[in-house]
């Protein structure tokens, strides 16, 4: 279902935008006091990989996803749900924006199968309930959402309640559910570079595709282009940009951002 307001743009934030000089949070109150609506996806990368370390849970990733296993999910959940979304709505509160935190399980946001058992407890997106993100951006909330879901039909006996879902993917499933008019994804390099480390500021997204076939973009990279393709024929715009820099995502915006852009072709 598309939207009735005006034009959303879905920013995801990596774990590099939670450090302490990060300048993304200062950019999506700017961005809301200019009258721009917004949906804030994130993930949890970096820190729930530190909380497994420290409950003793190896980590597995397979094609850039975290293989999920019952207390691998109790702490994702608990590190995205928890800990990351509170910091990034108290972020945004304390500078006077308005936002809500939640998570695709939230009024039953985004349902989800069970993607490949080899993964684990992580969901396939299939409907997006757009009803409660249509409220909150019209009543003028950032929606900060953590990328969990729930499972469209009966749960396996035993299995926990929540999915784990990989951001990037599910930033894409949003953007594309509410008809967005951008994707950005924020990260911790200067965005798709090619075999010897240049970026690549303009890619169609069969060059794109091909750079993940060749294994140039692969990790972290890879969800992150599916996530632009995803969106490619309802979005404006979808670029991977460099959440590093100061007010990349205010530039990005307003038109002088650097990074890659994802186009149609
Ligand atoms: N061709 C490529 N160009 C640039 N980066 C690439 C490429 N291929 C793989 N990568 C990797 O993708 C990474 C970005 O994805 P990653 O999942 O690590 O970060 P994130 O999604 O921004 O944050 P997090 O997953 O911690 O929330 C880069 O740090 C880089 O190592
Ligand atoms: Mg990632």
Known sequence: MKTKHSPVIVVKIGGVALGSNDTTIEDIVYLQQQGKKLVVVHGGGKLITEWLKLHGIATRFVGGQRVTDKDSLAVATAVMAGLVNKEIVAGISQLGGRAIGISGADSALVQCAVEDEALGYVGRVGEVRTELLDTLLQAGYVPVIAPLGIYAFQRPEGAPRLLNINGDIFAGEIAAAIGAERLVFLTDVPGICDRTGKLLPRLSAAEAEELVRSGVADGGMIPKIRGCIRVMNTASSTCIIDG??????????????????????
């Open 244 to 265: 590093r820099r100061p007010h990349a995502l205010r530039q990005q915006i307003e038109g002088h951002g650097g990074g890659t852009t994802i186009y149609k072709g």
